[in-house]
């Protein structure tokens, strides 16, 4: 088992919907989540980050983490085709020695 | 404020040469990554530098060495090129362990 699972879609919303991204991971230990976004050719860059149980919500993206059920996911309300792009969840692993791994990312399309 | 600079850009190496591929951060951060990204694999940590003066390997580190000169600048050697490390190399940088990265603008390494 992989220690961090996406689905590496592509995932197709019309715009102005709510797109769902979805994170499982192994280690029950995990204590920060992260998200980042990376346009095609181009370095990630941080969304958002979590630490706690529940929801954490920044403008039009909410993170929602859940370490009983181990997942961790990205909501993006109000699509927009500037949010077509690669979505990389990443944990600490402590099974890692406290590494950050990432997932393989979610390719989202935005079709206007 | 730059960030993180990696350079080259762009290099093509025949199998069994060398190069270095640099990286150099000025946000003062102590921990600093090198990380290779290839098609449906996301990005795969090689090495990493928790602070000045330590190293240690990550998931993918054969092939690969490491050299954390000083805060600032963490270097990536491959002594002996293949085929199979063909991939775009990212540096990144962060504050401690389990804060969000930084990462530079990538390497696109070819190995023919």
């Known amino acids: 088992q992989k220690e961090v699972e996406q689905n590496s879609g592509p995932l197709s919303v019309p715009e102005g919907a709510i797109a769902s991204l979805n994170c499982t991971y192994s280690d029950r230990g995990s204590q920060s989540f992260f998200w980042y976004r990376q346009y095609s050719g181009k370095s990630p860059e941080l969304i958002m980050f979590i630490y706690s149980n529940g929801d954490k919500e920044d403008g039009r993206f909410t993170a929602q983490l859940n370490k009983a059920s181990q997942y961790v996911s990205l909501l993006i309300r109000d699509s927009q085709p500037s949010d077509s792009a690669t979505y990389l969840c990443?944990?600490?692993?402590?099974?890692?020695?406290?590494?950050?791994?990432f997932g393989q990312g979610t390719e989202l399309s935005v079709k206007p | 404020n730059a960030g993180v600079t990696q350079t080259p850009k762009f290099q093509v190496l025949k199998t069994g040469q060398s190069m270095t591929l640099q990286c150099a951060q000025d946000m003062n951060h102590n921990s600093m990554y090198w990380y290779r990204q290839d098609p449906g694999m996301g990005l795969r940590l090689i090495y990493y530098s928790a602070s000045e003066g330590t190293t240690d390997k990550g998931e993918v580190p054969n092939g690969y060495n490491v050299s954390r000169l000083n805060k600032r600048e963490f270097s990536l050697r491959l002594e002996s090129a293949a085929p199979s490390q063909t991939s775009v190399y990212f540096c990144?940088?962060?504050?401690?362990?389990?804060?969000?990265?930084?990462f530079g603008n990538g390497t696109r390494l070819t190995v023919t």
């Open positions: 990443a944990v600490i692993s402590y099974n890692q020695g406290g590494k950050l791994i």
């Open positions: 990144a940088s962060s504050d401690t362990a389990v804060a969000p990265l930084h």
